[in-house]
C-alpha cells in the first residue's frame, strides 16, 4: 500500500485549503483512513478518520466543524477540506491507513499501519 499526500500551501488565516491523498494498492472492504497532523517540536496529532464504506467518521475537537475528511472511491482518494484556517493550524499534515474502525475513531498514530509522507500547510495571521 502506498499514499501519496498533496494539496498544502501557504494561505491566510480565514482561507480554505483541501488536501489530498491518492491511495495505491490494498483493498477497500475495512478500510480506515486518517488525517494527522504534526507541528515543529510537536507530537503527531489526530486530526480526522473516516471508514472508506459506511460514512462513519471521528474529528478532533480543534478541528470539528472547520475541517471535512471525505473519500472519492473512483479516484481511490482521501480528502480533507479545511475551512476557516488559523496559524495554529500549521502544520505537517499526514495521511494514514489501518484495516477496521474502533469505537469513537482510530486516534492514535500508533494505531495505522501505513503513511504517507506529509504536505505542509501554513497559515500566516
Known amino acids: 500500500v502506498q499514499l501519496q499526500a498533496s494539496g498544502g500551501g501557504l494561505v491566510q488565516a480565514g482561507s480554505s485549503l483541501r488536501l489530498s491523498c491518492v491511495v495505491s494498492g490494498g483493498t477497500r472492504s475495512n478500510r480506515v483512513m486518517g488525517w494527522f497532523r504534526q507541528a515543529p517540536g510537536k507530537e503527531r496529532e489526530f486530526v480526522a478518520a473516516?471508514?472508506?464504506?459506511?460514512?462513519?467518521?471521528a474529528y478532533a475537537d480543534s478541528v470539528k466543524g472547520r475541517f471535512t475528511i471525505s473519500r472519492e472511491d473512483a479516484k481511490n482518494t482521501l480528502y480533507l477540506q479545511m475551512n476557516t484556517l488559523r496559524p495554529e493550524d500549521t502544520a505537517a499534515y499526514f495521511c494514514?491507513?489501518?484495516?477496521?474502525?474502533?469505537?469513537?475513531?482510530?486516534?492514535?498514530?500508533?494505531?495505522?499501519?501505513?503513511w504517507g509522507q506529509g504536505t505542509l500547510v501554513t497559515v500566516s495571521s
Open positions: 473516516t471508514r472508506w464504506y459506511g460514512g462513519t467518521t
Open positions: 494514514s491507513l489501518r484495516e477496521g474502525w474502533v469505537a469513537g475513531g482510530p486516534r492514535r498514530s500508533s494505531e495505522y499501519r501505513y
